[in-house]
């Protein structure tokens, strides 16, 4: 089992930067890849980027890629996943959720993620 609490989410405006955080507990946390989802205001939920639970591998949508980056930090009983979000568009407006998996291959689908978190809202304001 994998208890993810996220944190960081809030107003930005446009051009602006956050920071997502997600702290991953649990039996064998340490190796599950972690990803984030979002979905905005009567959107379907997309795939926004994802990283491999050694921080070795990233993926990322083409919305957000060069804008957005995805870090692991493996500790000793946490395990946080940050995705430093810069550039903020207005589309980007959306509850951002964090998840994993353990697998052997980033996936973009959020089918094969059991686990979830509670849920992030990022508002982006021009």
């Known amino acids: 089992q994998v208890h993810l609490v996220e944190s960081g989410g809030g107003l930005a405006q446009v051009g602006g930067s956050l920071t997502l955080s997600c702290a991953a507990s649990?039996?064998?946390?340490?190796?599950?890849?972690m990803a984030w989802f979002r979905q905005g205001p009567g959107q379907e939920r997309e795939f926004v980027a994802a990283i491999t639970w050694d921080g070795g591998r990233s993926d990322y949508a083409a919305s957000v890629k060069g804008r957005f980056t995805v870090l692991k930090e493996n500790g000793k009983n946490t395990h946080t996943a940050h995705l430093m979000m810069n550039n903020l568009r207005s589309e980007d407006t959306a509850v951002y959720y964090c998840?994993?998996?353990?697998?052997?291959?980033?996936?973009?689908?959020?089918?094969?993620?059991?686990?979830w978190g509670q849920g992030t809202q990022v508002t982006v304001s021009s």
């Open positions: 998840v994993a998996r353990f697998g052997t291959s980033i996936v973009r689908d959020s089918a094969p993620y059991p686990y």
């Open positions: 649990g039996r064998s946390s340490s190796s599950a890849d």
